[in-house]
C-alpha cells in the first residue's frame, strides 16, 4: 500500500507540459527529410512531415517565417530545415516548429526556377502555336531595359553597325532587384497599348542568377504570353535561360543578337527584291523570245504563202505588243528619277525676283500713262471752255452795245423793236454800253411800209 | 487590275506569285504585259519599303500627369 502512496500522479496536461519542455531543451535543430503531407493553409501557415525511410516527423511552418521562401515546398522535395521541437498540447503530437527551410541539392532559385517553369509549362504558356513570327521588316522597336544598362548599348552598337533603318523607342525599367520584374511588365503592356510597335525587345546584360531574377518571375512571363506584338527576350548570356527566354516568341542569345534579329533581315530581303525583279525581266524576255520564233517558224510554212495578209496582221499585232512592253520597260527604268529631275529643273528655272520685277515695271509704266492721259484730257476740256467762252462773248448785248448800238425799252421796261409802238412824249430808257439815258420820245417816225 | 499594296510582306508575295506565273509561261502576250506592268511597280514599292529608313531612338519618360513623352536617347546619360 505505501508504494502505492509514494506514486507521483500527473494530469494529462501537466505530464504534457513536462515532456514539452524536456523536448524544448533540444533547442535549434537541423533535421533533413523528405517532405510529405503538405498543406498549405489559408491562414498561411504550412503544416507537413518530414520522412524518411524509417520514421516520420511532423512539421509547422507559420506565416511569419514562410513568408520569403522562394521556391515552393511541396510532397516529395527533400529539404533541410531548422527549427525547434515543441508539442502541440491539444493532440499530444510532438512537432518540429521550423524557422528556416531550403531544399536539398538544388538551390532554392534554381527550385523555383524549375517549379514555376514546369507549371507555366503545363498551362501552355510555351506552347510554339502560340508564337508569333516576326515581322519581316520591323520598322519601330520597343526595348524593355536598364536605359544605363550594358544590353541597350550593345543593341544600339549593333544597329549602328548595321547601318539599320529602326526607330528604337527604350521603357526604362530596372532589370534587377525589388520591383524590377513588375516593371518589366508594365513595359511589355504599354508597348501593347499602343498601335505602332511591331516588335518588343525584353532584355539586359549578364549576371548572376539572382541578377537575372526579375526574368523568371511569373508576372513577366505573363505579360509576355499576353503581348500581342511579338517579344524577343535577349537576357543575360548565351548560356543563361529564363522563364522569359521560355515564353518569348523568339529568344536572342545575347541582347547584341536580338539587335541583329530585328535589323538582319533587310539586306537579305533587298537582294530578294532584285533577284525577283531580274527574274522579272528574264521571263518577260523568254516570253517575247518563245513568242517570236513561233512566229519565224509560221513565216517559214507553206501557209505563209497562202495568207500572207494574215500573218502581216499577226505580225503587226506581235510588234505592237512588243513595243508595248519594251516601252513600259523603260518607262518603268527610267520613270520616277526623271520625274523628279524634271521637277527639280522646272523649280530652278523660274526666278521669283524676276517676276516681281516686271511686274513692278508695269505697274509704274500704267501710272505714268494715267497722269499723262489725265493731263491730255485736261487741257482738252480748258481749250473747248476758251473757245465757248469766247462765242459766248460775242453773243454779249454788252458787245453789241460796246460797237455802238443802244437799247430802248419803254415804260415797263420791254425792248421797243418798232417805232410805232410809242408816241409822242411817252418815256424810254436807252441802255448804252455804260450807263443809262432817261429819254422823252419828241417824234415818230414811220419807215415806209411799217 | 488596280493595286492594291499596303504593307511589304503582302508585296513581296504578290511579287514572288507573278514572276512565278510569268516563269510558268503559259499566258496571253497581253496578260504577260499585264502581270509584267503589276511586277515592276512591286518591286519599286518593295525597294522603296527597304529604303525608307527612320533612324531614330528615343527613350520615354514619364510626365507629371502620367503620359509617356518620347525624348531623344543619349546613350549612358540618363541616371537611374
Not at chain 1, 339 to 350: H, M, N, T, V
Not at chain 1, 387 to 409: F, K, Q
Not at chain 2, 1 to 22: G, N, R, T, W
Request: charged share 30%.
Amino acid at each position: 500500500m505505501n508504494l502505492f502512496d509514494q506514486r507521483k500522479i500527473y494530469t494529462v496536461l501537466e505530464i504534457t507540459s513536462e515532456i514539452k519542455h524536456a523536448l524544448e531543451k533540444f533547442g535549434i535543430v537541423w533535421i533533413q527529410g523528405e517532405i510529405s503531407n503538405f498543406k498549405h493553409h489559408t491562414s498561411g501557415h504550412i503544416y507537413f512531415s518530414l520522412k524518411d525511410d524509417r520514421a516520420q516527423i511532423k512539421a509547422a511552418f507559420f506565416r511569419n517565417n514562410n513568408l520569403y521562401l522562394k521556391f515552393r515546398p511541396e510532397d516529395g522535395i527533400e529539404v533541410l530545415v531548422r527549427g525547434r521541437l515543441s508539442v502541440y498540447e491539444p493532440r499530444g503530437d510532438y512537432q518540429v516548429i521550423v524557422e528556416y527551410m531550403e531544399p536539398k541539392g538544388l538551390g532554392s532559385l534554381q527550385l523555383a526556377f524549375e517549379q514555376l517553369k514546369e507549371k507555366l509549362r503545363k498551362e501552355g504558356l510555351f506552347d510554339e502555336a502560340h508564337k508569333v513570327a516576326l515581322p519581316l521588316l520591323p520598322r519601330k522597336i520597343g526595348v524593355v531595359t536598364s536605359p544605363t544598362g550594358a544590353a541597350i548599348q550593345d543593341m544600339l552598337r549593333i544597329l549602328k553597325r548595321r547601318n539599320a533603318s529602326l526607330h528604337i523607342l527604350i521603357f526604362p525599367a530596372r532589370v534587377q532587384g525589388t520591383g524590377a520584374a513588375e516593371e518589366i511588365a508594365a513595359g511589355v503592356q504599354y508597348f501593347n497599348s499602343r498601335d505602332d510597335i511591331d516588335v518588343i525587345i525584353v532584355g539586359r546584360g549578364g549576371g548572376s542568377i539572382e541578377d537575372l531574377w526579375a526574368f523568371n518571375e511569373e508576372v513577366v512571363a505573363r505579360a509576355i504570353y499576353g503581348s500581342e506584338v511579338p517579344v524577343i527576350s535577349a537576357v543575360g548570356h548565351e548560356v543563361d535561360f529564363t522563364i522569359a527566354d521560355f515564353v518569348a516568341d523568339l529568344r536572342a542569345p545575347t541582347p547584341s543578337a536580338a539587335a541583329e534579329m530585328v535589323s538582319g533581315a533587310r539586306d537579305e530581303l533587298l537582294s530578294a527584291v532584285q533577284s525577283l525583279f531580274g527574274r522579272l525581266f528574264q521571263s518577260a524576255r523568254l516570253l517575247i523570245e518563245k513568242r517570236r520564233s513561233a512566229l519565224e517558224r509560221l513565216a517559214r510554212s507553206r501557209g505563209f504563202y497562202a495568207a500572207p495578209n494574215m500573218i502581216r496582221a499577226l505580225e503587226q499585232r506581235f510588234d505592237e505588243a512588243t513595243l508595248r512592253m519594251q516601252q513600259a520597260m523603260a518607262r518603268f527604268t527610267t520613270s520616277l528619277r526623271h520625274r523628279e529631275r524634271l521637277a527639280k529643273a522646272r523649280l530652278a528655272g523660274i526666278d521669283l525676283r524676276m517676276l516681281i520685277r516686271g511686274k513692278t515695271e508695269r505697274l509704274s509704266r500704267s501710272r505714268q500713262l494715267l497722269a499723262v492721259n489725265l493731263r491730255a484730257g485736261l487741257q482738252r476740256r480748258r481749250s473747248r471752255l476758251e473757245v465757248a467762252a469766247g462765242r459766248l462773248d460775242a453773243l454779249s448785248p454788252l458787245a453789241i452795245l460796246a460797237r455802238g448800238y443802244a437799247i430802248c425799252r419803254d415804260a415797263h421796261g420791254v425792248v421797243v423793236r418798232c417805232a410805232g409802238n410809242l408816241r409822242a412824249g411817252e418815256g424810254v430808257r436807252v441802255t448804252l454800253a455804260k450807263g443809262e439815258l432817261d429819254c422823252r420820245v419828241e417824234g415818230v417816225r414811220l419807215q415806209p411800209g411799217d | 487590275m488596280e493595286l492594291k499594296v499596303k504593307d511589304f510582306e503582302s508585296a513581296l508575295k504578290s511579287l514572288e506569285e507573278i514572276v512565278s506565273q510569268l516563269e510558268g509561261g503559259d499566258l496571253t502576250l497581253d496578260r504577260a504585259l499585264e502581270l509584267f506592268e503589276q511586277g515592276v511597280k512591286l518591286s519599286r514599292f518593295c525597294s522603296d519599303k527597304l529604303e525608307e529608313a527612320e533612324r531614330k531612338v528615343e527613350v520615354l519618360t514619364r510626365a507629371a500627369d502620367g503620359t509617356m513623352k518620347e525624348t531623344p536617347f543619349t546613350p549612358g546619360v540618363e541616371g537611374e
